[in-house]
């Protein structure tokens, strides 16, 4: 919040853009009302107001255009108050350009001076629609210089509370700032459960002082009976007594320290509130602009369109709301372009011919939820798998074993268009994967769900703040790490008889789909465990079409933490975006689960798979010339595969085309072998990407192929195989011959 002594070191010129932005806010929401309620008298008053309290600003700091378009304005809102002013969307589409005018005049200085035409013919024409309106002449402006203490006297005094209303009151603060307000109110929270278990331990000095006290006294009464020393008898009295007052005062001193640890406890999680609550505000604050960008893109499109949001006052971080203003608007042009139908289109599907878009914000478990769905003609799922294929994204067979959701997933790639008409208002491919990478950075998810001839819905799951964050904690090499809720898939105990292997890849069903298995102290680089548990630990996490099952240590729970970021001095640390403090105060590392996803890729790739479901991983050092095979016969593969180990050669396989294309890029080999036929891309296509690409171009490639015609040999060189050999070379000594003719023995 601001204070008087805040607003007192703007100018007068700042406090007046401050007013104008405020009170367009209410301009342009009710002039929007306007449309839909047939009984408009307090959003008329509001209008007036608004229009009021503008003109009477642009007077004080001089600047007669606003002056006279607010107070041609303001007479419209008069007239219609007592019904001499028809209203129409025609007027409501006027007021809403002096509106933005207005805007444009606070915000820009050449417009602030002088008799512009643009405003005066705005002005006539806002006249024109009122007999009840008198057209003041524009006064040519002279440039306003900063008052000085005698041009001050001249001049009605102009206070901060005439142009910002208390309730509005901000004050700036960087966002540094802000996070190291909030890593101190974290170490508060940190020390405060330090305090707490400081305090528990009291209870065990007070219980072993009783106990010390209880033994003094029966000390004292056996040796009563007894003839002892007086000396000795006036010294036990005297230890009686001092522990008496020490269990006394122990207990007194706890009950303070008590009081005063749920004291600082209460004022630690009050104060991390409170600062919490300086990131937030409520949605509506970011989304002010979307109902009049829906209205005035449906009345272009001659379409009839209404926006409601659900959920405004619900609290978003300032940082995550301010990036997710461009995706909501690009998903909002979608939907009016794209999704909502003509009038007509509507009534003959027995639809209303108005169409509905519902923004709903809610939080649930920790999670913020956007989903914006609309009620238009959604994506036919069998139109878009024939895009998928059109577009050379997969081919026929692999896009008949697709599901909707793994459809669906295609809408978010970068360039990927189900539109055939390219506007100005979307249809070039650049609307949805930037949602996808916007909702990303921030830690979200983005799903699409759409029914045909019922309309489309997108789900965004978002953390509620990036300042903190609900997470899994995972134990990896004695150490722990945290997930963000956001970015699991899900989690479970998966016991080892439902672990299979394929090619070497470890691997279980979820939903009956296969998902890979990975440890992740390999994928982190560290030591590999010595247990051998019955059970492991496994986290699904996912890209957009890849899943895989990370293995951890364990489990340790879920934690709120308090992110805070790493030393930009250490550049982008891999697989890790923040840290935080656990309760106990010791530092955990928050797994970035986008880099992670790309790491375990590049491991699977390189065909190095540890065996998860064994104590210990296998390693190997390069000591080993390496070669990739890729042949879609399981058969072939293992009889290369055997053909070059049992000559010193370390061999990994590939199933497909596609399959060896990203293990090569992914590691590095000495020399690739392939087949000519198989899925997703031929051995030709293949070669051809080797031996185009700047890095990977001086790697050799032999062709085996049961194809012996001339024009395939051809085809093969062409490519750029350095060997074309037929699949009868696996009976003599032709293939190792050609093996060691391209990088010598093994």
């Not at 492991?536 to 890849?546: C, H, K, M, Q, T």
């Amino acid at each position: 919040m601001i204070e008087d002594s805040d607003l007192s070191q703007m100018s007068l010129l700042d406090l007046f853009n401050m007013e104008v932005k405020t009170q367009v806010v209410v301009l342009n929401n009710c002039l929007l009302a306007l449309e839909t309620n047939p009984d408009p008298k307090s959003e008329l008053a509001a209008l007036m107001r608004a229009a009021h309290c503008i003109k009477g600003a642009a007077r004080i700091v001089q600047i007669e255009p606003a002056v006279t378009l607010a107070h041609v304005m303001e007479d419209f809102f008069s007239g219609a108050q007592v019904g001499k002013v028809n209203l129409t969307a025609d007027c409501v589409d006027l007021l809403l350009q002096g509106v933005d005018m207005l805007q444009n005049i606070a915000d820009n200085p050449n417009l602030q001076q002088g008799n512009h035409p643009h405003i005066q013919s705005l002005v006539s024409a806002i006249a024109n629609i009122s007999n009840a309106v008198t057209i003041p002449a524009i006064i040519p402006q002279v440039k306003i210089l900063q008052p000085t203490p005698q041009r001050e006297s001249l001049q009605p005094e102009i206070t901060p509370e005439a142009l910002v209303s208390p309730q509005n009151r901000t004050v700036r603060v960087s966002t540094d700032n802000l996070n190291r307000l909030m890593g101190l109110a974290g170490e508060t929270i940190v020390a405060n459960k330090w305090l707490e278990s400081f305090t528990d331990s009291f209870l065990q000095v007070r219980a072993t002082q009783i106990e010390l006290s209880q033994l003094v006294t029966k000390l004292q009464e056996l040796l009563s009976d007894r003839q002892i020393d007086q000396h000795i008898q006036e010294h036990l009295s005297t230890v009686h007594q001092k522990s008496s007052e020490c269990t006394h005062l122990i207990s007194d001193r706890h009950n303070e320290l008590e009081s005063f640890s749920q004291r600082f406890g209460n004022l630690a999680h009050r104060s991390y509130r409170e600062v919490i609550a300086t990131r937030m505000c409520a949605f509506a604050e970011g989304s002010q602009g979307f109902p009049r960008m829906v209205r005035d893109l449906s009345r272009q499109l001659g379409k009839r369109v209404k926006l409601e949001i659900k959920g405004k006052s619900t609290l978003v971080d300032r940082d995550i709301l301010e990036r997710l203003e461009a995706p909501l608007t690009q998903l909002l042009r979608n939907a009016v372009d794209h999704g909502i139908e003509s009038p007509s289109e509507r009534l003959a599907q027995g639809k209303p011919e108005e169409g509905t878009i519902v923004i709903e914000v809610v939080h649930r478990a920790g999670i913020l939820l956007i989903t914006v769905s609309d009620d238009g003609q959604g994506i036919d799922i069998e139109f878009l798998r024939q895009e998928v294929v059109k577009q050379q994204l997969v081919n026929a067979d692999m896009a008949i074993q697709l599901t909707e959701a793994e459809l669906m997933e295609f809408l978010l790639l970068p360039g990927f268009s189900t539109t055939q008409t390219i506007t100005e208002i979307s249809g070039r491919g650049v609307g949805l994967d930037i949602v996808h990478n916007t909702v990303q950075e921030v830690g979200g998810t983005v799903r699409a769900v759409s029914q045909p001839g019922k309309g489309m819905s997108l789900y965004l799951q978002l953390p509620i703040t990036l300042s903190i964050v609900r997470t899994l904690l995972v134990e990896i090499g004695d150490e722990p790490y945290a997930f963000g809720l956001t970015r699991i898939e899900q989690v479970l105990m998966l016991a080892k008889s439902d672990i299979a292997t394929s090619e070497n890849r470890p691997f279980f069903l979820l939903d009956n789909q296969p998902v890979e298995l990975i440890s992740a102290r390999q994928v982190l680089e560290l030591p590999a465990s010595v247990v051998n548990p019955d059970s492991l630990a496994v986290v699904v996490i996912s890209d957009r079409l890849n899943h895989y099952g990370l293995v951890v240590d364990r489990f340790i729970g879920e934690y709120t933490l308090v992110v805070r970021p790493l030393d930009p001095r250490l550049g982008k640390v891999p697989n890790i975006s923040a840290a935080a403090l656990m309760d106990d105060g010791s530092p955990v590392l928050i797994i970035d689960v986008e880099d992670l996803v790309r790491s375990i890729a590049k491991v699977v790739a390189s065909g190095q798979l540890s065996q998860i479901n064994q104590a210990k991983r296998q390693t190997s050092t390069k000591t080993y010339k390496r070669i990739l095979v890729v042949d879609d016969s399981i058969t072939v593969r293992e009889m290369e595969r055997k053909l070059l180990e049992n000559h010193s050669y370390q061999v990994d396989v590939a199933v497909n085309g596609m399959d060896g294309w990203n293990a090569v890029r992914g590691s590095d080999y000495d020399l690739v072998i392939t087949d000519i036929d198989m899925p997703r891309m031929n051995g030709f296509e293949l070669t051809h990407h080797i031996k185009t690409h700047a890095k990977l171009k001086q790697i050799p490639v032999i062709i085996v192929s049961y194809k012996d015609r001339q024009e395939d040999r051809i085809q093969g060189l062409e490519a750029g195989a350095d060997y074309y050999l037929t699949k009868s070379s696996f009976h003599d000594d032709t293939l190792l011959q050609a093996v060691i003719d391209l990088i010598g023995q093994g």
